[in-house]
């Protein structure tokens, strides 16, 4: 019976139950979306960095050696251990793509994971095991030759295997302005397959290295050193046809020695990483330049950040419509109670238990609710997750990703339902203190009392109509509440969507016409040389600028806590690379002063007048320097340069753009040391490309705005007409026209929803913000929503609200007032 009896109220009552059922289903959905991703990709990720072994620490220096990796492995800490080299060399058949080559003689530690063919064996010096991705859009297959050219040397070897690396889930190539996928890969060779001879050869030629270069690395032709002595003369005094003659002579063993490991990685048996620094530290006497944990290996940290992101959202969306939810089941459930006032004393007065009628009532959202948590879970799992995994697949890649059922979904799902029927519970409490002698009888009118808007001095001066809303919102105070919040939400949503297709040109002025307004960048590769690169810029013109990472801290030899990993930005000043000031104005360094981004100042609390302390990653040496300004970066954080202040520290000075508006940049690609061009009308294609992500939250912000606004209007008005229904008939009565009630109705929504959007309003720059800075500490955007966006979100709400106002019409018109006016029988 109770069962029927509810099948008849979902159907009297399917608006505001629709819409519980409907912010239940979005909440769970897109929970599941987002946090869905963030589980499925956990999961698969941690798989995937078992099988690799991921280490826990990246250490780097200007030569690790075999007594260096023993000391560290016998650390008790120190699950494994392993030295390699890593340098950026190029595929001149794959039209020069960057290779991140890896060259190693073990393979215990973030190990390549297998696709297809052998597993990587560093005995083969004739082998090399390259990106599956890459190799899928350059279509490469296993047994192919692939030819690698590093610093003037062309080597060709067997592809013996397609491979993952477990450091380059987001990868992108220095020449490039967005991820091509095609445009980069990395390899892995055997630390002796690497043609050593031809490579020394080159940088003798080069000049690149010297007799004092051998001397150091070459400790076993001592003897030869030593017999210069006795003719008095020094290394210095060696010719390049000497050393050319002295490298002829070498093993191929000593030149080995010419290349050495730079990179120790380090596998810990308890994850706590950086806090065991000064412990590797003395292991090696401090003989390394910067020791850093995944948290500053961008391959690893560009996704951890996005996945922060998509958590912060999830809860909040689903915290933001499941809070509307409980608003509505509120507000109906307080109504159908009391309206059905005479029924619950009849089913008292018959003998049927509190607790069962309480239940019958508490069953309206429970099932409603519980429908929704379903129908958004079927949504969610089976097709927004996997469409948003599919998505973001283009960018990072983590074999074995999928969309996978967690059981964190049905916990939340079960609160979802909890606390929409916590709120019924709420509104229908009461019943249980009515009597059934009392229930059978209607409600007492409540008593009338001069609400606190009838104390405005202006209060005689206001319209009927005004008034009698004024009245009405003051004695339903959850009900215009309801409608205050779920407005203001939706003016915020709305104006997300808005502002986000504004902001993009914003961040676009931003990026091409303040910070790097050159009509094209040369990128320079790492094997450049000073005299090459100011040859090319005396012939095209233009400001160099130098971007390494570094460590940061606050006081002279800092322990692990006390640095910070950034970047460092060298510029001439010449107005082509240039900083902002806070506003997002161009502003200029303060010559023999350095200046720091605003986000590493407000982290390390760094002020204008301080002096802080910094090294390049390749070295350990450190130098000092005073903080002249704060500027803003929106994309990465550290520390900016004038050259000419940079040079005087002593330190390598190695740039690596040129930034001209020569058009002849273009012919440059070709170019050993050059390892891209681009042009601005390129980047900001591949800028608007990167940006199809936001486009897609933008349409789906403005849809879930529409549909939050006219949830809590049409839910707002059904009350408000189902409260005042007697009212509305006896007005009819006295004569008053349907168009006149209506438009009370209509005129009551429109000033809540008014009210709503001017709360809302203020709330909308400030949290955009917050949303797109939640992508990771190194960004730090300042965007200003243009007014015009906020007036437009304000008008689409309060179009909303005006049609939603016309539902109400028929109702209207087809009032019963005899139905609605006779008394009990």
Known sequence: MLFRKMLREFKANFGPF?????????????????????????????????????????????????????????LDFVEQAQLRMQVTASAPKQDGAQVDLFLMKENEVNTPYLIEGEDFNPDDTDGVWIANAFAKKRDLHVGDAFTIEYNGVTFTKTIRGLVESVEYEFRQADGDADTYLENITMAYMSYDAFPVRGYVTHLIKQEKITAADIKKHADTYQAVLDKLDEYGMSVDDLSQDMLLTMVEKMSDEKLTKMMPYTQMVIKTNDGKALAHEDEIADAIDHRYSAMIDR????????????????????????????????????????????????????????????????????????????????????????????????????????????????????????????????????????????????????????????????KLPFWNKLSFQAQYNLRDVSRSKLRAFMSIIGTAVGMLLMLYGVGCNELVPQMEDMMFGKSTISEYQVKLSADASLSEVNAMQEELGGELVMIDQIEVSKVQNPTTDEKKKQTITVIEGKGLYNILDLDNHITSIKPGTVSVS???????????????????????????????????NSDTQGIAFLKEDFEK???????????????????????????????????????????EVMSIMIFAMILFSAVMVVTVLYNSGSLSFNERIKEFATLKVLGMQSAKIRGMLSGQNFWLSLIGIVLGAPLGNLTLNAMINSNGENYDYMLKVPAMDYILSGIFVLIISVLVSFLFAKRIKKLDMIEVLKGVE
């Open 18 to 74: 629709f819409s519980v059922f409907l912010l239940a289903a979005i909440a769970m959905m897109l929970f599941i979306t987002m946090e869905g991703h963030v589980v499925s990709q956990n999961v698969a990720r941690g798989k995937y960095h078992d099988a690799c072994n991921l280490s826990d620490i990246w250490m780097y220096g200007e030569g690790f050696t075999s007594d260096d990796l023993k000391a560290v492995r016998n």
């Open 649 to 691: 520290t002593g330190a390598a000075y190695t740039p690596t753009l040129l930034m001209t508006d020569n058009k002849d940049a273009e012919s440059k690609k070709t170019l050993s040391y050059v390892s891209g061009v681009n042009s601005q009308t390129e980047m900001k294609e591949a800028y608007e490309k990167g940006m």
């Open 598 to 632: 605003r986000k590493l100042s407000e982290i390390m609390k760094i002020h204008v007048g301080d002096t802080i302390y910094w090294h390049l990653y390749s070295k350990n040496t450190w130098y000092e320097a005073k903080v002249g300004a704060i500027y803003r």
């Open 295 to 454: 948290k500053s290996v961008p391959g690893l940290a560009r996704l951890d950040s996005e996945l922060d992101q998509h958590q912060t959202f999830s809860y909040s969306f689903m915290i933001i419509f499941v809070g509307i939810a409980i608003l509505v089941i509120a507000t109906s459930m307080k109504r159908m109670v009391d309206k059905q006032r005479t029924e619950i004393g009849t089913m008292n007065a018959l003998g049927m238990k509190k607790g069962k009628i309480l239940f019958h009532y508490l069953s309206f959202s429970l099932f409603i609710s519980l429908f929704g948590v379903i129908a958004g879970i079927l949504l969610g799992v089976f097709w927004s997750c996997p469409w948003l995994i599919s998505l973001f697949a283009e960018y990072y890649i983590v074999p074995g990703l999928h969309s996978i059922f967690h059981p964190i979904y049905l916990v939340v799902g079960v609160a979802i339902v909890a606390a929409c029927v916590l709120a019924d519970f709420l509104s229908c409490k009461k019943l249980l203190k009515i009597r059934p002698a009392e229930a059978l009888r209607p409600a007492p009118p409540k008593q009338g009392k001069r609400c606190l808007f009838e």
